[in-house]
């Protein structure tokens, strides 16, 4: 249809042209659709449309060019906020939240609502969540939580240890051993709470990226500047997860029209604080298996690094190809260049630097 306003075949119309056709067949698109269509309009100045930004929104895909063309100008928007619809069902107010919780532009709120189909679900944090803290833990140790005084601490074959680590599977499964009820406890809330909405938001190979980049990072820090101490818990794929939200949370503070979210922000800050600090003071407490030290709390500050970096760059561009973010070049090489630096250390430096290290277990 849109060629009819497009003789030459340049792949764009006028303005005039374009909402000339909304007018006349707007009844029959998505009221949303309809108003980012309109928003489209308004918001370009060099007077015409792209072809394929509309093939593109018909067909809930993002662009760039789209996402330029919709920051241009004052974006105006033409209908009341997400936030003012009354009569939705438990299901839609649910997604609502979400969207609120996540994006900070009324724009992207009303894009994500309106394609969510939740197919497929949040699958990965979920799944993570019942293998790592109820599964492994329940059903094949018969103890929910492994305490780090608890004879099968060292002895299994999932947490990092140092004189273990030519096993290369340690640097992830690590993330199944936990160093008590409120280690678990508190990792399995922020996961939830914090990595369920933004899995439903971004999608699980963008979270389960940030994730996991999180949790080898985390070992691989512990390998470099802890090097005698091994690692539990899941602290270094979630403490990516909820620092790289909160960032985006600050970068994006008057956008956000989440309720109560500076309470919010607070109540995540004290739990990893209280995580964070007793994983400092667990670390010097004297161990219960000497020479062998309690677990590092250096996978946390590993996690933190990610979040802050990859991670802000992914919850930032929402469906936007990362492959065009010149940043997340920069992020990723710079990641990329510190797993390759951990590795040589891991080969060389430890007989290098002489170090004694704890028993094997």
Known sequence: LLSQFDPDNTGYISTEKFRSLLQRHGSELDPHKLEVLLALADSNSEGRICYQD???????????????????????????????ETGLSLPQRLIRHVAYETLPREIDRKWYY?????CPPPWFMITVTLVAFFLYNGVVLDRFVLQVSHPLYLKNALLYHPQLRAQAWRYLTYIFMHAGIEHLGLNVVLQLLVGVPLEMVHGAARISFVY??????????????????PVVGSSGGVYALVSAHLANIVMNWSGMKCQFKLLRMAVALVCMSFEFGRAVWLRFHPSAYPPCPHPSFMAHLGGVMVGITLGVIILRNYEQRLQDQTLWWIFLSIYVIFVLFAIFWNIFAYSLLDLKLPPPP
């Open 114 to 118: 309106d394609s969510y189909t939740c």
């Open 212 to 229: 996991v980049a999180g949790v080898v990072a985390g070992s691989l820090a512990v390998s470099v500047a802890d090097m005698r101490a």
């Open 54 to 84: 509309f093939v593109n929104l018909m067909s809930n895909k993002r662009s760039n060019s789209f996402r330029q063309a919709m920051l241009q100008g004052n974006r105006r928007l033409c209908s009341k906020a997400l936030l003012e």
